[in-house]
Nanobody, 121 residues
Framework: QVQLVESGGGLVQAGGSLRLSCAAS????????MGWFRQAPGKEREFVAT????????YYADSVKGRFTISRDNAKNTVYLQMNSLKPEDTAVYYC??????????????WGQGTQVTVSS
């Protein structure tokens, strides 16, 4: 099992930036990829971005492509989500997940507790 702890959420004005962090511990070698998902109030959780541990291949949701960047620090077992040009519609609880390279949450067995991101207009 992999334990995940997110941090870095907060309140930001539209057009601003935030960087989320996700520290992984436990059997991290057993997971192939790290992903970010988000859930806005009253909506289903949706895929944001994912990155393979090996090779660093990344995939993004169309809604964040060009604005968000997923990256990793292997030495720290930490994955980041740099969010630029934030919009009010980016407001959500952001979750880090460990699993397999996919946009489907069912492919991620391990999840963090989530961190709130609020973008004001």
């Amino acid at each position: 099992q992999v334990q995940l702890v997110e941090s870095g959420g907060g309140l930001v004005q539209a057009g601003g930036s935030l960087r989320l962090s996700c520290a992984a511990s436990g059997r991290t070698f057993s997971r192939y990829a790290m992903g970010w998902f988000r859930q806005a109030p009253g909506k289903e959780r949706e895929f944001v971005a994912t990155m393979r541990w090996a090779g660093g291949i990344t995939y993004y949701a169309d809604s964040v492509k060009g604005r968000f960047t997923i990256s990793r620090d292997n030495a720290k077992n930490t994955v980041y989500l740099q969010m630029n040009s934030l919009k009010p519609e980016d407001t959500a609880v952001y979750y880090c997940a460990a699993g397999f390279t996919s946009s489907s949450e069912s492919d991620y067995p391990d999840w963090g507790q989530g961190t709130q991101v609020t973008v004001s207009s």
